[in-house]
T-cell receptor, first 113, second 112 residues
Framework: EAAVTQSPRNKVTVTGGNVTLSCRQTNSHNYMYWYRQDTGHGLRLIHYSYGAGNLQIGDVPDGYKATRTTQEDFFLLLELASPSQTSLYFC????????????FGPGTRLTVL | GEKVEQHQSTLSVREGDSAVINCTYTDTASSYFPWYKQEAGKSLHFVIDIRSNVDRKQSQRLTVLLDKKAKRFSLHITATQPEDSAIYFCAASNYGNEKITFGAGTKLTIKP
């Protein structure tokens, strides 16, 4: 079974702060995704990647950068955090992109004060 | 782009009754429709999916129905149990698409 881990699990920062969320998957999946979950909006795609060094823009990318350093590791960067980025962030992986099951990490709850 | 709408933000049924969660989509090219479950305080996990070459798929107490003409699909849960209480997300994509579009979620509560 695919394993996706995220760190930290909880993070509090201040407006203007710098935050990096980490995700690692151990199933050699090509695709990795960053989503944010907000009540009333479901899951919204921020960025995704289909391999090391690749980055694709999702549906709500403003204020976020991402980097895929290896097959296993995908990072989400908030360089000037704002209160509107307070959310629950999920990382997911998939071997066939949008046409197959996605495996989700446990989530990171980010609060921007 | 694709838009997926879940018509019920909440749904409450008595234990043992059936629950039906409905979704619609906009892109006629969509051909893959998975469902995910999120229990309270936890992450999402896949529960069942259907592809457009069939209009019905069953897995134990879960059945997914797909109506391509109406661009509508639904999740049916029979003989509901307390552990079915969760948020259920529908989603849509198609072959070759790298990303998937999720609905806003339906919070299902099973009452004793």
């Amino acid at each position: 079974e695919a394993a996706v881990t995220q760190s930290p699990r909880n993070k509090v920062t201040v407006t203007g702060g710098n935050v990096t969320l980490s995700c690692r998957q151990t199933n050699s999946h090509n695709y990795m995704y960053w989503y944010r979950q907000d009540t009333g909006h479901g899951l919204r795609l921020i960025h995704y990647s289909y391999g090391a060094g690749n980055l694709q823009i999702g549906d709500v990318p403003d204020g976020y950068k991402a980097t895929r350093t290896t097959q296993e590791d995908f990072f989400l960067l908030l360089e000037l955090a704002s209160p509107s980025q307070t959310s629950l962030y999920f990382c997911a992986s998939s071997d066939l992109g949008g046409y197959a099951e996605q495996f989700f990490g446990p989530g990171t709850r980010l609060t921007v004060l | 782009g694709e838009k997926v709408e879940q018509h019920q933000s909440t749904l409450s049924v008595r234990e043992g009754d059936s629950a039906v969660i409905n979704c619609t989509y906009t892109d006629t090219a969509s051909s893959y429709f998975p469902w995910y479950k999120q229990e309270a305080g936890k992450s999402l996990h896949f529960v069942i999916d259907i592809r457009s070459n069939v209009d019905r798929k069953q897995s134990q107490r879960l059945t997914v129905l797909l109506d391509k003409k109406a661009k509508r699909f639904s999740l049916h849960i029979t003989a509901t149990q307390p552990e079915d209480s969760a948020i259920y997300f529908c989603a849509a994509s198609n072959y070759g698409n790298e990303k998937i579009t999720f609905g806003a979620g339906t919070k299902l509560t099973i009452k004793p």
